[in-house]
């Protein structure tokens, strides 16, 4: 099983591991509301290194990774970072993927379900060795940083210009004699980095970013926390809603599909299922306080009968209440309307608009900084 | 909607569903016309993010949709409107809202 790159840090730090799609993840370090208040309030450094990255030379990187991604690989501008997703054969996705275009290189992050072996022999089949693709997984480190004030934390390392970078791009910057490769993103609604750097610096990068995250009241997190921050923020999350919905249509996911580009993997099921018109789609739900029934995997009830079924949930620390994600029929997918969860005459529950919290990063102008 | 019924509830549903089907549906056509997105009204899920991530538009394209919401519900949104362009149904709700309150309805 591959491990993080920075392992016996983390488990110094206090981290609880567990497995995931053949990768060992951190599950959390602190209890559940610590390292939320990290990301709202302050900033949190989350390893990311079970990440699956590769790096394929522009040349022939483009037609590969436009062949094999639902998103327009050859419209990515340079330095600017495309988020799309990769699906099997049927149509179904199987990795949450960036690609960035970094000048004479295009940079490939991929969070997906499948194991490192598995994703090779799948980009193998498209090309990889023929395209140059290099696999950047074992000998690279990545990390997240995000919050409120993760943005201090970048400028204090890599300098002020990094403050000028828009949301989905990408940059690279000197770090102990090593190039570093720094994605402007985030799946939290707070400001987030990605941080991609090779093995022989990721050690010190990453005592680096704990001291500063520490100087600003900010945590070491693990991956748990990120499903709720993405549910909040209403971002895709693979291992959330992904894994019980894993038709991109009825995630609402269109947007990261370029439906007139050339052919891709799972693009015909995926346009055969569009032409059949959309049949179910996710709504967010919320409970009022105490709501506790809204639940993965519990049913919600319309007239006494079950009509979708809960597919992603947490408890909201800002809102104080349950929230979710439902999959619904498609002519009672909106937001407003009230239903019953767990049973027909469970505990009400209703469909809201998402996103429901209105972070505190959208409050600074960083350009005016 | 196929599950009307004589229900209070149920009519109060099929109600509510109606009056925001024909809002969602008249701001994604209209969207879809002004901006020239390579999308057909079912491809934009109403939550789908209008700025940064989800559809990506810049801020010339918030100036349009402020635009859009205007033209189309003759209603004024407010010029510190980050809150209201989040998502399609965010708008939604503030248009419903609005509407509401023209209409006097607490």
């Known amino acids: 099983m591959r491990t993080s790159p920075v392992r016996a840090r983390l488990a110094a730090a206090g981290a609880t591991f567990r497995e995931r799609h053949g990768v060992e ?22 390893d990311f290194s079970f990440v699956q990255k590769y790096r394929v030379p522009e040349e022939k990187g483009i037609d590969f990774l436009d062949a094999l991604l639902a998103g327009n690989v050859a419209k990515i501008r340079f330095g600017r970072v495309l988020h799309t997703f990769l699906a099997d054969p049927d149509g179904f996705i199987v990795a949450d993927c960036y690609a960035a275009n970094n000048d004479a290189e295009l940079i490939f992050l991929c ?83 990605l941080l991609l750097a090779p093995e022989v610096v990721v050690p010190e990068l990453f005592d680096t970013l704990a001291k500063s995250i520490a100087k600003r009241e900010g945590r070491i997190c693990g991956v748990d926390i990120h499903d709720d921050l993405r549910l909040e923020g209403r971002f895709f999350n693979l291992h959330a809603e992904g894994q019980r919905v894993r038709d991109p249509l009825a995630l609402g996911l269109q947007w990261m599909i370029d439906f007139d580009k050339q052919p891709f993997v799972g693009g015909e099921a995926i346009k055969r299922r569009r032409a059949e018109g ?65 049973a027909s005459e469970g505990p009400a529950v209703r469909t809201i608009s998402m996103p429901p ?13 | ?55 990506g538009l810049d801020s010339l394209d918030a100036l349009e949709i402020v635009l859009c919401i205007e033209s189309c519900f003759q209603i004024k949104v407010p010029d510190d409107s980050i809150a ?22 607490a």
Request: aromatic content about 8%.
């Open chain 2, 1 to 55: 909607m196929g599950t009307v019924s004589s229900a209070p509830n149920a009519v109060t549903v099929s109600q509510a569903i109606a009056r925001r089907a024909r809002v969602i549906q008249v701001f994604k056509d209209e969207l879809i016309r002004r901006l020239n997105l390579p999308y057909t009204p079912d491809d934009l899920h109403e939550d789908v993010s209008l700025l940064g991530s989800g559809l």
């Open chain 1, 357 to 369: 919290i209105m972070p505190k990063s959208l409050t600074v102008k960083l350009d005016e900084m």
């Open chain 1, 111 to 193: 969070e997906s379900v499948l194991p490192d072996a598995a994703l090779q022999a799948q980009l193998e089949a498209a090309g990889a060795t023929a395209a140059g693709a290099e696999d950047l997984t074992a000998n690279h480190g990545l990390f997240s940083l995000d919050g409120f004030r993760a943005w201090e934390v970048v400028k204090e390392i890599f300098g002020a210009d990094v403050l000028g970078l828009p949301y989905l791009s990408i940059e690279v910057y000197p770090f102990a004699g090593q190039t570093v490769r720094l994605f402007r993103s985030g799946k939290t609604s707070e400001f987030g980095y």
């Open chain 1, 25 to 46: 993840v951190v599950s959390c370090l602190a209890d559940r509301e610590a390292e939320y208040r990290a990301v709202r309030d302050a900033v949190a450094l989350t």
């Open chain 1, 278 to 342: 959309l049949k179910r789609k996710i709504v967010g739900v919320a409970t009022e306080p105490g709501g506790e029934a809204l639940q993965t995997g519990a049913r919600i009830f319309h007239e006494g009968q079950p009509v979708a079924e809960v597919v992603a949930s947490c408890h909201s620390f800002v809102l104080g209440h349950r929230l979710g994600l439902a999959l619904f029929p498609q002519e009672l997918a909106y937001s407003g309307l009230s239903f019953r969860v767990a």
């Open chain 2, 84 to 105: 209201v362009l989040r998502s399609i149904n965010t708008v939604v709700d503030f248009v419903l809202q609005q509407q509401d309150q023209k209409r006097g309805v």
